[in-house]
């Protein structure tokens, strides 16, 4: 039995997070512990808080009790907003505090590029444009290069956990240029893990999303590859054997 632990924000889309385990196969535990959100608001200020060592740590005790295997903080924003070294002083810290290898989707979104042997994507994302962007520059730095950004502009993750498939797809379609050989959606709070086969249908191309990634993440640090086609190419493309 592999036992996955993620720190997750509130309570949006972590719907999602049950739904993957029941795919993943009955070797697969998927504990999640909620953090405090704080305020909820796609805000630097408020993003910056929300990823703080102290509200991270809270949850670490009730994941290694659970006998996780690796632990993975669930945000997206509240990880890249620190910036790449920030970030990796984020995942450091947790590593520290849980005593298990960490990570963040932020870097599951570095590290699912490189899997599935992508350089160039666009990003479709539910934050404000200056957020966005924060995204777009994390990827530049790993050296993915992004074809485009489309922000949606919304302010809160209980708004963006109220999307329907049709606003998931509309918002996919909006950002796939025909340069970009993935699109990614990166936000935990955005139900999407139902909608990756019908995302890779209509795009024709690799689609990324912020959980499908985090899960993924959690696999890798644990040393496990699961064959799971219901999650999209990243779940079914043999690793890139990097030259």
């Known amino acids: 039995m592999t036992a996955l632990g993620f720190l ?6 972590e719907d999602d997070y049950p739904r993957i385990e029941q795919l993943l196969g ?7 512990v909620h953090t405090d959100i704080g305020e909820d608001a796609h805000r630097v200020d408020a993003l910056l808080e929300m990823g703080s060592p102290q509200r991270l740590a809270a949850g670490v ?26 970030a990796h002083e984020q995942v450091r810290a947790l590593a520290q505090a849980a005593g ?8 599951a979104f570095v590290n699912a590029v490189k899997e599935i042997g992508v350089r160039r994507v666009s990003v479709g994302a539910t934050y404000p444009d200056d957020v966005a962007r ?3 520059d994390f990827l530049g730095t790993a050296g993915i290069e992004v074809a485009d950004v ?20 509309a918002l996919a379609r909006a950002a796939d240029r025909p340069d970009a050989q993935a699109v990614l959606l990166p936000d935990t709070a955005l139900h999407t893990v139902a909608h990756i086969p019908a995302l890779e249908k209509e795009l024709g191309k690799p689609v990324l999303t912020a959980n499908q990634v985090t899960i993924w993440e959690g696999l890798r640090l644990a ?5 799971a086609p219901e999650l999209g190419a990243l779940f079914t493309r043999e690793p890139v054997v990097q030259a």
């Not at 997750?8 to 889309?13: A, N």
């Not at 009955?26 to 999640?32: C, G, I, Q, Y």
């Open 61 to 86: 005790s009730e994941l290694r009790l659970a006998g996780a295997d690796a632990v993975v903080w669930a945000c997206t924003s509240g990880s890249f907003v620190h910036g790449w070294d920030g």
């Open 26 to 32: 009955s070797d697969v535990r998927v504990d999640l």
């Open 8 to 13: 997750y924000p509130g309570h949006s889309g």
């Open 134 to 136: 924060l995204f777009a």
């Open 223 to 227: 040393d496990r590859r699961v064959n």
């Open 150 to 169: 489309v922000s949606s502009g919304i302010i809160t993750a209980a708004e963006v956990g109220t999307w329907t498939e049709a606003e998931v797809l």
């Open 100 to 107: 298990l290898p960490a990570s963040s989707t932020s870097f």
